[in-house]
């Protein structure tokens, strides 16, 4: 053999060894151990250059300092500590309802280090037309600061609007804060609308630019409005047009966010804030920003948690969010998503909760908006679903953008997350639980309105179409942790 190929072969063997070691070391899952060692030994420059931009996971960020972490509760302990410590008293007074709730409120607790907030006043808003006029009335009276973070912040019709507020409120000595994600806002959010903002005086920064090649897949998918440390918003809407009048190829968009106030919008305040110094390396942390909130009598009892989750988290939070509330059910389940891409551990969560005898319905987008890929994908896991008697309805009047879960009437969520892979392991996301049979059931009620919009997906007709179609389906489906 010549000095060539004995050098060739003992850098490959070098290759192997080491990237298996270090593979193996990370303590995956089997199944994802050798995928990613047989990427790496067949397609190596592909392989490593997919493992940076999409496989990397908690252990890749174990060098950032403290601050960068999702720990919520480490952050603003000086700030949130009068909530902090009632909280093991709170979950006990109010777990004592439904011994399920304790179990959920417990679990948010440890996995996502977020307080369980009690006095909080909490209004559902169902689509644009309701949530846009509220959001530009509360920025309008905004008197100290105004914080968004939002994954696609568009420069349109609508954004002029909110453009104009906004410099209003910063030429008024309002502090504006502005952060957008690069990717999910490249293709909507010109330099010229960017550069009248900074001009009036709003701060404005990416999550994370577009220059950093090794976080690119790594979005900040959250939704976060906070004014004056008292109104807070989150939810599933960004900020574009095409939430007004359905934009490309879509007569409307159905969507779903949530109004608050009370003390759920400090520890929105703090997940901002995290963001925010992830982004400029500015610390907002302060008592200016954290004001006691105003109770009033007629407010009651609101109970919330704000749980985030990220590929730098300890736990995948909001995924065991749903495994839980879908495993806690004992009559029925609500889930509305634009996908529907299963990991293993949710797929057999909703199969066997459906088997167990429980209504489980699922509501998706019967067509896609923009990539087809995930709606392909989507099409396997929704058989698998429906043959164990989950039942799936396509939204055919507009687009479902909406990402609510709702379980016996007792409590539901709102947030960011679709039900897919991306959103459960790779992106930063962000859900709102709320334990209000109140709110439950008008979310409920919404659903059940939206069924009129609605065809059941059948198993009969999608086993008909043609076998190629069905074949790239299948296809896409091992594209399911990407997409």
């Known amino acids: 053999m010549s000095d060539l190929a004995v050098a060739v072969t003992t850098l490959i063997t070098l290759y192997a060894l080491v990237t298996g070691i270090f593979l193996i070391s990370e303590n995956r899952r089997p199944q994802t151990t050798l995928a990613w060692m047989l990427a790496f030994l067949f397609v190596p420059g592909i392989g490593v250059l997919a493992y940076v931009f999409f496989g990397r996971h908690r252990k890749a960020f174990s060098k950032q300092s403290r601050l960068l972490k999702q720990d919520l509760e480490a952050t603003a302990r000086p700030i949130l500590a009068p909530m ?128 950093r090649l090794h976080t690119i897949s790594y979005r900040n998918h959250r939704k976060i409005t906070v004014i004056d440390g008292r109104i807070g918003y989150t939810g599933g809407m960004n900020m574009s047009q095409e939430h007004l009048d359905g934009g490309k190829g879509f007569d409307s968009w159905r969507d779903t966010q949530l109004r608050f106030t009370g003390e759920a919008v400090a520890v929105l305040q703090a997940v ?3 963001d925010w110094y992830n982004a400029v390396r500015e610390d907002l942390f302060g008592e200016a920003h954290f004001p006691k909130p105003v109770s009033e009598p007629e407010d009651g009892e609101e109970p919330l948690q704000i749980l985030t989750s990220g590929p730098d988290s300890r736990w995948a939070a909001i995924r065991q969010l749903y495994f839980a509330m879908i495993g806690s059910a004992e009559r029925h389940v609500f889930l509305q998503s634009p996908y529907f891409i299963l990991d293993a551990s949710l797929a057999e969560v909703l199969k066997a909760a459906a088997l167990a005898g429980v209504d489980v319905r699922v509501m998706l987008s019967a067509r896609p908006s923009g990539n087809p890929l995930p709606d392909w994908a989507g099409n396997t896991y929704i058989v698998d679903a429906v043959n164990a008697g989950v039942r799936v309805f396509l939204y055919e009047t507009g687009y479902l953008h909406a990402k609510t879960i709702s379980v016996d009437s007792t409590v539901c969520s709102i947030g960011s997350a679709n039900i897919d892979i991306r959103s459960f392991s790779i992106n930063y996301e962000l859900n709102a639980v709320l334990y209000s049979e109140r709110l439950a059931r008008e979310l409920e009620d919404s659903f059940v309105r939206d069924l009129e919009c609605c065809r059941e997906f059948s198993v009969a007709e999608y086993e008909q179409r043609n076998i190629l179609l069905r074949f790239r389906d299948s296809a896409a489906r091992l594209l399911s942790p990407l997409l």
């Open 272 to 274: 901002f804030m995290v």
């Open 84 to 211: 902090m410590a009632r909280q093991d008293e709170a979950i006990d007074r109010l777990g004592g309802r439904d011994g399920r709730h304790r179990k959920l409120m417990r679990l948010v607790r440890r996995n996502s280090r977020s307080a369980l907030t009690i006095r909080n006043r909490v209004e559902i808003q169902q689509n644009a037309e309701r949530f846009y006029p509220s959001l530009m009335e509360d920025l309008a009276a905004a008197r100290y600061s105004i914080h968004l973070q939002y994954f696609i912040w568009a420069a349109d019709g609508f954004t002029e609007q909110l453009k104009e507020i906004l410099v209003a409120r910063a030429r008024a000595g309002v502090q504006v804060r502005l952060l957008y994600d690069a990717v999910g806002s490249h293709a909507h959010l010109t330099r010229a609308y960017l550069r009248e903002l900074r001009a009036a005086g709003v701060v404005v920064a990416p999550t994370s630019p577009l220059y």
